[in-house]
């Protein structure tokens, strides 16, 4: 298969849905002699952050000087964002040569009579393979969905477990209470491992707790309590923080809103213990470079100034209080646009309730997903909370009438689904190249 036959060949594999479970992972990872377990591996799960502190860890360890592999999902732009070592994308010619053979290795389990992967198990595999191919020193492993029956918990071991901030998502898998979650997310903690936890409500870190005190697993908290910002605007952040006894002044991120402080602090929390855990050579100096050379694309993200255009992946209550707080902090007293779409599947109402007060228009499109809620029907929802809402269907339609009717003083604000605001990158950065 080239490369576009390959993708091609794992859409397709859509159709299988989710699976939570491990059994197919095992047998088609033990075809292809088990790559995950010659992985050092930090693996990361929760509900919002996970991404940005993956990121973090990845930045950090690269500037040390490590070979690092990070594995997010889903992807903004292209799918080969998915699977990157030290920043670079794996090769298109990589994914058709791995997916090429995954795909001959499937065949075999499935006339054994093992059920066909599901997309994310076959994506899953194809990072393991690459990454144990390419010799990395470490892989920064994001959770897909939830955690103990997610397909990267095939691990048999990590070298640290890290638990980002807990809040109802994928209620009707994960279950309907912060707690049922928690321990969803909880079941990638390993017999005899190390736990870093997000200081978040007690709801969640009991659970964790009890999950580590019957693994016998050792719960490191990553508190912000004695944190200091001294910065914070839509360009960067500077704040003291203390961790693990160790005082850092003046550190920097270029992500915005306080969760991301948060989530860099989790991440240099996860790099302490791992530099104790591994005796790594890991300096001040590549810990500076390495949080403020942190990129993470389509959080709170600014694209264009004069109207100022921002993206984000708001999708749940959790992500869209921490929007409604950065729209705090750095537009108090401005109403804005907000271009959205969203999937059905997701708390709609809770999201729009909490970003609604924000507005005074929107415009809401659909994004180019099965579960996508139809722009009409998020408009009539939207109409509750103010008049001024337009739908219109096609994503690029959208962004083009958002800026026609835009005057330069306006704030735009793009949220409400990945799928969507990647679109949207696209198009608003193909727009700016033009221009």
Request: proline fraction near 2%; charged fraction near 25%; hydrophobic fraction near 35%.
């Amino acid at each position: 298969m080239d490369y576009k036959e390959s993708l091609k060949y794992i859409e397709e594999t859509h159709k299988f849905g989710i699976r939570l479970g491990l059994d197919n992972m095992a047998k088609l990872l033990e075809l292809l002699g088990n790559p995950q377990d010659k992985l050092n591996v930090i693996h990361v799960a929760g509900t919002n952050g996970k991404g940005s502190t993956c990121s973090f860890i990845t930045s950090m360890l690269k500037e040390c000087g490590y070979k690092v592999g990070l594995y997010t999902s889903p992807y903004l732009e292209t799918f080969t964002e998915r699977i990157r070592i030290n920043g670079e994308n794996i090769p298109e010619e990589d994914v058709a040569r791995i997916v090429t053979l995954i795909r001959e290795k499937i065949e075999q389990m499935v006339s054994e009579g093992y059920s066909y992967p599901t997309e994310f198990e076959i994506v899953t595999t194809m990072a393991f393979y690459y990454y144990c191919e390419q010799n990395v020193d470490f892989v920064a492993l994001e959770v897909g969905l939830g955690g103990r029956y997610d397909a990267t918990n095939i691990i048999k071991k990590s070298d640290i477990s890290v638990i980002t901030s807990i809040s109802l998502d994928h209620v009707g898998i994960l279950g309907d209470t912060v707690a049922k979650i928690a321990y969803e997310k909880g079941g990638i903690i390993k017999e005899n491992g190390i736990a870093v936890v997000y200081d978040q409500s007690d709801e969640a870190k009991n659970v964790i707790k009890d999950i580590c005190k019957e693994k016998n697993a050792i719960y490191i908290e990553a508190k912000f309590d004695d944190v200091n910002i001294k910065k914070s605007d839509i360009n960067s952040q500077i704040y003291d923080c203390t961790i693990m006894g160790q005082r850092y002044e003046d550190l920097e991120v270029q992500l915005i809103g306080e969760h991301q402080i948060n989530n860099s602090i989790l991440a240099l929390s996860a790099i302490e213990i791992l530099k104790e855990l591994k005796h790594l050579n890991i300096n001040e100096d590549d810990i500076r470079k390495g949080l403020i050379n942190t990129r993470w694309p389509g959080r709170i993200e600014k694209l264009m100034d004069n109207p100022t255009f921002i993206i984000d992946g708001a999708h749940n209550e959790d992500g869209a209080r921490s929007l409604a707080k950065a729209i705090e902090k750095n537009f108090k007293g401005k109403k804005g646009t907000l271009l959205i779409g969203m999937l059905e599947d997701k708390d709609i109402d809770g999201v729009l309730e909490i970003l609604m007060p924000y507005f005074d228009k929107v415009i809401t499109t659909t994004p180019d997903n099965d579960r996508a809620i139809n722009c009409e029907v998020l408009k009539n929802k939207i109409s509750k909370y103010i008049d001024n809402v337009v739908s219109i269907e096609n994503i690029e339609d959208a962004v083009n009438y958002t800026l026609k009717n835009a005057k330069e003083e306006d704030v735009i604000i793009s949220a409400g689904s990945l799928y969507m605001i990647g679109s949207v990158r696209t198009i608003l950065n193909n727009l700016l190249v033009l221009n």
